[in-house]
Structure formats: C-alpha cells, structure tokens
C-alpha cells in the first residue's frame, strides 16, 4: 500500500534498519502497516498519479467551520 507521511518521525527513528521517510515523502509498506499509520494520522493513503485515494479529511475551526 502506497502511503505520504504526515509528520516527520524523530531523529534516529528507523523500520528495519531504515530511516523513515521524510514527512511529504511517498513510501510503499505492507498494507497491514500502512493502514495502521494511516488509522493513528501518521500518514494518508496515496493513489494513482494525480489523484490520493481517499481525500483529506478536513478540520473544524473553534467556530465550527471547515478549513
């Protein structure tokens, strides 16, 4: 499953002896690892070129309004 990082792991952070990508970054992981990155909002799934899988979700503002 093809993921984009939403944050930037610390410093010295590694998965299998491999840094992280940096946070933008594309990287393919197995699905069950991805998903769960993608559950916790580490990361969002990334589609096709052109076009990400699921859309971002969208935050409210204090008053209640989306961004």
């Known amino acids: 499953m093809k993921i984009r ?7 010295g952070a590694a998965r ?3 840094p992280w990508p940096a946070q933008g970054e ?8 991805a ?10 799934e990334v589609g ?4 990400d899988a699921r859309p971002r979700a969208r935050r409210k503002t204090a008053a209640g ?3």
Do not use: F, Y
């Not at 990082?5 to 410093?11: A, G, I, N, R, W």
């Open 5 to 11: 990082m939403l944050v930037q792991m610390p410093d």
């Open 16 to 18: 299998n002896g491999q």
């Open 26 to 33: 594309d990287t393919e992981l197995p699905t069950a690892e």
């Open 35 to 44: 998903a769960h990155l993608v559950a916790s909002g580490v990361a969002e």
């Open 48 to 51: 096709p070129p052109g076009k």
């Open 65 to 67: 309004e989306e961004e």
